[in-house]
């Protein structure tokens, strides 16, 4: 089958990487279609990157003769389904749909010629969407949220999985969204399906009981949702307080610029600092220099990143929003608090530093939350249980 992404690699989204490859190592043979190029060159990317980057099909790097001619065959082969998709794509996306047609007509000729069948999307339902519409194919998505949840009748939930063969949420709350989106006669089509990490590469790191200064690090995209800058507002009150912490900002994003130019006007240069997009072997450094993981977020799906730090023994503290209590169980493996609240993170920040049997015990008991609800591999054999029962 067809695997279609909207960036493959991404740093913001590894755990793609990893269910394709966990995929084929359980026998499924999968050819992966990238709507857009790698997000970075490949000399930054790990080797498991590289050996994924030169194998998959890039869509918006494909040559014009190829998708001159993918558009002259599909017209010729598929008259009716490509005129019905063309005016379909811009009936629900204006002008946007043309691209969104160019892209789904280029990924079912590269389908097609490759003997593909079924497609499976993450990130690029609307394409997915569109091939399903023009060639014989069959769909399956997962949903990952927050985004399509806040307006589903603009992300036009409900026709996708009613156009798919099967649809996966990562969380339960996703569940219950895509539920109240298609109404109860599309219920059977869902399926929940967790991702996970591997529990022997993000093994415990040693444990520090006087960290100075005490080490805190934030992974993802430097966007609006992910409200950094009330974990730069925490971060001002801690320092005020004359407590001894430095914070590792890891990603990149829209909000670059504004984030540095608040860490300047609070004086925090020395107690912030910006890593930037890191690979994962990068990445797995800093998470063995952290004493603790915090996220910000206004919303989220099922971060993978906790499930990294958990995994890792780093004690964890995240806004209680959507998906994230069903990785953190507040007060037993990690620490829950209210979204948009900078005086609770900083609170929280203080209970870790002070308290480091807190932190211990805290760190040990997520990792068994890892261990029982999101080790990869088994959560990938049930993902894997899913395609084979629906596919038949």
């Known amino acids: 089958m067809a695997y279609l992404l909207s960036q493959y690699p991404a740093v913001n989204h590894v755990f793609m990487l990893r269910e394709v490859c966990a995929l084929r190592q359980l026998g499924f043979d999968i050819q992966v279609a990238s709507i857009r190029n790698p997000d970075r060159d490949i000399a930054s990317m790990t080797a498991a990157e590289q050996q994924e980057a030169r194998s ?79 060639f014989p194919v069959t769909l399956s998505v997962t949903f990952h949220g927050s985004a399509e949840f806040l307006n589903p009748d603009a992300f036009r939930l409900a026709e996708k999985v009613r156009a798919s063969l099967f649809c996966c949420a990562i969380s339960q709350y996703g569940l219950s969204q895509l539920m109240c989106a298609c109404g109860y006669q599309e219920w059977q089509k869902l399926e929940f399906t967790s991702m996970g990490v591997d529990p022997d590469r993000f093994a415990p790191r040693p444990f520090r009981a006087k960290p100075a200064p005490f080490q805190i690090i934030s992974v993802g995209q430097l966007a609006p949702v992910k409200g950094l800058h009330i974990l730069i507002a ?11 912490v430095c914070l590792r900002i890891v990603g990149e ?22 890593e930037g997009a890191v690979n994962q072997d990068r990445l797995l450094e800093l998470y063995r220099e952290s004493d603790a993981l915090v996220m910000s977020s206004f919303a989220e799906g099922l971060p993978v990143v906790l499930m990294e730090a958990m995994s890792m023994e780093i004690p964890c503290v995240a806004p209680w929003v959507n998906g994230i209590p069903e990785i953190i169980s507040h007060e037993s493996d990690g620490l829950l608090v209210p979204p948009g609240d900078a005086q609770a993170l900083a609170g929280a920040f203080a209970r870790l530093l002070d308290d480091p049997e807190l932190r211990r015990s805290l760190g040990q008991r997520a990792r068994l939350k890892i261990l029982e609800k999101f080790d990869l591999r088994r959560n990938t054999e049930r993902l894997a249980e899913v395609f084979r029962r629906r596919l038949q």
């Open 56 to 134: 998959t099909y890039y869509v918006k790097s494909a040559s014009w003769f190829h998708l001159a001619l993918a558009h002259v065959h599909t017209l010729i082969s598929r008259p009716d389904d490509y005129v019905g998709g063309l005016a379909g794509a811009l009936r629900d996306n204006s002008l946007y749909g043309l691209f969104y047609f160019g892209e789904a007509v280029a990924v079912g000729y590269w389908m097609r010629h490759r003997g593909l069948t079924h497609l499976h999307t993450h990130y690029a339902s609307t394409v997915g969407l569109l091939v399903r519409r023009i």
């Open 234 to 244: 925490a971060m001002a009150a801690s320092v005020q307080e004359g407590r001894h």
């Open 253 to 274: 994003g829209p909000e670059r610029t504004a984030l540095g130019q608040n860490v300047a006007k609070r004086g925090l240069a020395e107690q912030v600092s910006f």
